[in-house]
C-alpha cells in the first residue's frame, strides 16, 4: 500500500517537508528493472489523492515507462483529465503495468498495454503504430522511459552496457518521435523525461548523466523546429525520486538509505508530486511554454 498520510491534491495546504516519507530508508534491492508494487514503503503515484478536471478531455496520449515511477503518475493524472492513455514498459513489468490500465479504466477511459523493448528501433515504430490505431489517433507524446545503472568508474561500464544505456535513453526517443511526428497535429505535446543530472552529473553515472544532458538538449532544438508546426515539446527535469529506477540500479546500500536526505526538502520526491507538472505540458493551459525543462528537485538540482 502507498503510505496514507500523503495528499498530493493541488489544493490541499501541504508541507511539503511531510509529504513523503524522510530517510532512513530500508535496504533492499531488485533487479533491473524493478517493480513499484515491491518496494518498500510503496511509491506514491497519486492513486489515492489525483482528482482531474477535464483538462485533457479527450486527448490521446502515448507514455513509455508508464507502468511506474513518473510514467505511473502521469498515466494516472492524464486519465482522470480525460485522456486515453497507452503505456509502454518492459515485459518484465507486466504486473506493474496492469495496475495502471486498471486505474486508466476506472477513469472511465481508454487504457492500452503495449510491452516491449524500446532498444529496437522496429519495436518503437510498432510501438506508435499500435498506440494509434488503439486510440484512434495520438497527440501527447511522453518520451520517459530510461536506463540507469549505476557505476564506481568508468572502467566497470562495458561497451554493452554503454551502449544499452544510450539506445534506450537517446536512441529510443529518437525513434519514437520520428514515428509520432507525421500523426500529431497542431496543439500536440511531446514531453521527455530528463534530469537534474544534464546540468550536474554524479561521479558514478558516467553514461546516464550524459543521456540527460541529450535529452535536455532535444528538448530544446526541437521545440525550435516543431514550432512552426504548432507542437510544442518541453522536459521535466526530476531531482532524487522514489521509484524502481533507484532501487535497481545498483546503488550502495548506503546511499539507497539515505536517500532524497541532502536535498533541502530533507527527503525523496514521490512520483506523484510531478504528475501536475506533466499535466500542465501536456494541455492546452500551457500553450506558450516550449522548449522549457521544468524541474522538481526538492530545492536542489538545476533544470
Ligand atoms: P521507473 O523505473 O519507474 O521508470 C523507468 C521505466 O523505463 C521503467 O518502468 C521501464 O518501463 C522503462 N524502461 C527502461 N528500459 C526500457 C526498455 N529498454 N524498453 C522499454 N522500457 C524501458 O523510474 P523513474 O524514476 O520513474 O524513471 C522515469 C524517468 O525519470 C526516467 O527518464 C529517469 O531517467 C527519470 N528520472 C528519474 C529520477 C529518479 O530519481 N527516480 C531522477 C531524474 C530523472
Ligand atoms: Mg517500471
Known sequence: MAFSSTDLSPAALTDPQTVGPKPPFERQSQPWPGLARDMRPRP???????????????RKALITGGDSGMGRAAAIAYAREGADVA????????????????????????GVAIPGDLCSEDFCKTLVQTAIDALGGLDILVSNAARQQTHASILDIS??????????????????????LPHLAPGSAII???????????????DYAQT?????????????????????????????????????????????????????????????????????????????ATGQVYGAAGGSGMP
Not at 254 to 277: H, V, Y
Open 44 to 58: 506514491d503515484h497519486g492513486e489515492s489523492s489525483y482528482r482531474g478536471s477535464g483538462r485533457l478531455a479527450g
Open 192 to 206: 521527455g523525461t530528463t534530469s537534474e543530472q544534464a546540468t550536474d552529473p554524479s561521479e558514478d553515472l558516467y
Open 212 to 288: 540527460k544532458a541529450a535529452t535536455t538538449n532535444y528538448v530544446r532544438s526541437l521545440a525550435k523546429q516543431l514550432a512552426s508546426r504548432g507542437i510544442r515539446v518541453n522536459g521535466v527535469a526530476p531531482g532524487p525520486i522514489w521509484t524502481p529506477l533507484q532501487v535497481s540500479g545498483g546503488a550502495t546500500m548506503e546511499k539507497l538509505e539515505q536517500f532524497g536526505g541532502q536535498t533541502p526538502l530533507g527527503r525523496p520526491g514521490q512520483p506523484g508530486e510531478l504528475a501536475g507538472i506533466y499535466v500542465l505540458l501536456a494541455e492546452s493551459g500551457g500553450s506558450y
Open 159 to 180: 561497451t554493452e552496457e554503454f551502449d544499452r544505456t544510450m539506445k534506450t535513453n537517446i536512441y529510443a526517443p529518437f525513434w519514437l518521435i520520428k514515428a509520432a
Open 87 to 110: 503505456i509502454n514498459y518492459l515485459p518484465d513489468e507486466e504486473a506493474d503495468a496492469q495496475e495502471v490500465i486498471d486505474l486508466i479504466r476506472a477513469a472511465g477511459r481508454t
